[in-house]
């Protein structure tokens, strides 16, 4: 994914992360040991995202437009995913 993030660097494009389920210290070791380089990450340790993007499942991910609105869901992950965000959002940065 961040590899992903990094090939859009040039856009305006956002990718962020945002965990639910881990403590402060173990959110911390994970971005650490992640490497990301082109994707922002937060914790959100009262689950507020959860709620207002009613997320039934983990790992969720949501592309949204320049307005914020919600065009893609895509629950899981699998191979295929990145081949198909990347498409989404080139249509989108159209």
């Known amino acids: 994914m961040d590899q992903l993030a990094g090939s859009y660097r040039e856009s305006d494009l956002v990718v962020l992360a945002v965990n639910v389920g881990d403590h402060e210290a ?10 990301y380089e082109h994707i922002q990450t ?12 009613g997320v039934r499942s983990i790992p969720v991910t949501y592309v949204l437009d320049r307005d914020g609105i919600i065009r893609h869901t895509h629950v899981g992950y699998g191979r295929a995913l990145p081949e198909r965000l990347a498409d989404e959002i080139a249509s989108l940065l159209e």
Do not use: M
């Open 26 to 35: 173990d959110y911390a070791a994970y971005v650490e040991e992640s490497g």
């Open 42 to 53: 937060v914790r959100d340790g009262t689950r507020d995202a959860v709620r207002l993007y």
